[in-house]
T-cell receptor, first 110, second 112 residues
């Protein structure tokens, strides 16, 4: 089964800072998901990526399939970015089930 | 709004009771997934249905069961509830086997 590790577990940043959250996994995969969970509990899918880089507003996700590593970057962070960010990878090669990381809790202070 | 609807949003019940959580997937999505998120653990996959048929099982207890109906909505039944069953239960849907997942807002179950 794929092991999905995220770092850091907790992150506090000042408003405006550039933020990086890392995710590594143990089994080769075809695509990786980044999710955002707000304090209210709801989960939003941010990115699904299989290679290179994707950008949406101030969020950028990158993946290196060979190194089994992905990063989520937030530029010009804002207090409304405060949330838990979760990466998820297929449970195994060719699997459609996901194994989730434990999440990174981000707090952005004004 | 993801298009996935879950009810109820909150539920408080007692040990030994039985509850049913309901999920309506996005229009046209055939795959429905159920996940459990407890305080000390991350998201755990419970079960998947595809077009009415069970397709994959994860860490789902025998006291739990689910089904997907012809109109594609799904229900998760939790019985003989224990304190440890208190958690957020999420439903997610996607069009097929792969692709982006769309999550509902979750059902928060508290067992007293």
């Amino acid at each position: 089964k794929n092991e999905v590790e995220q770092s850091p577990q907790n992150l506090t940043a000042q408003e405006g800072e550039f933020i990086t959250i890392n995710c590594s996994y143990s089994v080769g995969i075809s695509a990786l998901h980044w999710l955002q969970q707000h304090p209210g509990g709801g989960i939003v899918s941010l990115f699904m990526l299989s290679s290179g880089k994707k950008k949406h507003g101030r969020l950028i996700a990158t993946i290196n399939i060979q190194e089994k590593h992905s990063s989520l970057h937030i530029t010009a962070s804002h207090p409304r970015d405060s949330a838990v960010y979760i990466c998820a990878a297929p449970t195994g090669a060719g699997s459609y089930q996901l194994t989730f990381g434990k999440g990174t809790k981000l707090s952005v202070i004004p | 709004d993801s298009g996935v609807t879950q009810t109820p949003k909150h539920l408080i019940t007692a040990t030994g009771q039985r509850v049913t959580l309901r999920c309506s997937p996005r229009s046209g999505d055939l795959s429905v997934y159920w996940y459990q998120q407890s305080l000390d653990q991350g998201l755990q996959f419970l079960i998947q249905y595809y077009n009415g048929e069970e397709r994959a099982k994860g860490n789902i207890l025998e006291r739990f069961s689910a089904q997907q109906f012809p109109d594609l909505h799904s229900e998760l039944n939790l019985s003989s509830l224990e304190l440890g069953d208190s958690a957020l239960y999420f439903c997610a849907s996607r069009a097929g086997w792969g692709g982006e997942l769309f999550f509902g807002e979750g059902s928060r179950l508290t067992v007293l």
